[in-house]
């Protein structure tokens, strides 16, 4: 079955055509792009671009699979939307998986690790893996110091993801070069056993974990004194 991967929940915006079938996971066709402030400007084309590379028509699709975040509010509800919007239209499932998962699960080796991608405001979103990749912290979203602390209690030793490089000093855990971003093929494999069994479409979720900061005003503001 062709399933199209998209995930927006980073700077790394990720479009990704792979094959699921029964003995595994096949990359057909990948682009992703690293560009924090042109989520809805890329993701489109980047679809269009693994269908035209691996000579599918939307018609050949049969699901979808999105990264949940978590991530910053813009960037995430790109890669959800367009996911859903095609799922609908072409009427195949939608299924969801946290994109931390695509940056831990791969990079656990039998030891607890922390993934962490860029929150802003000096914050990361993190979890924590256990050495056979399963999720056993979080998703969260803190400053670098609180994660660590966590991490420290639960044996980790070694940190992955975007947000590990850019609070490597604050995290005091070595870092792991790679995954730096969620792996489409991983989001995949994740998500494999619920499309080989024909799972009913999931809602896509955002894991935004905290308020956007533009919020509609709740009163009438007076203009005269």
Not at 151 to 179: K, M, N
Request: proline share 8%; hydrophobic share 50%; glycine share 10%.
């Amino acid at each position: 079955m062709l399933v199209l991967v998209v995930d927006s929940s980073t700077p790394a915006v990720t479009a990704a055509l792979v094959e699921v079938a029964a003995e595994g996971v096949a990359t057909r066709a990948y682009r992703c792009t690293v560009d924090a402030r042109a989520h809805g400007e890329l993701l489109a084309p980047q679809v269009d671009a693994v269908l035209t590379e691996a000579g599918a028509r939307p018609a050949d699709l049969g699901a979808i699979v999105a990264g949940l975040g978590p991530g910053p509010f813009t960037g995430l509800r790109v890669g959800l939307v367009t996911a859903a919007t095609i799922g609908q239209v072409l009427g195949v499932p939608t299924y969801g998986v946290c994109s931390l998962d695509a940056i831990g699960h791969p990079a656990a080796a039998g030891e607890p690790v922390l993934a962490a991608s860029d929150a802003r405001r000096r914050e990361i979103y993190w979890a924590v893996y256990d050495g056979a990749g399963q999720r056993i912290v979080g998703p969260e979203v803190s400053v670098p110091a609180v994660a660590a602390e966590r991490a420290r209690g639960l044996a980790v030793t070694a940190a992955v993801g975007d947000g590990a490089h850019r609070y490597a000093d604050a995290l005091g855990l070595p870092v792991r070069d790679e995954p730096r971003y969620p792996d489409a093929a991983v989001l995949a494999t994740l998500a494999a056993e619920r499309i080989r069994a024909g799972a009913p479409s999931e809602a896509l979720t955002p894991l935004y974990l905290r308020r956007p900061d533009a919020v509609a005003a709740t009163a009438r503001k007076p203009v005269l004194p």
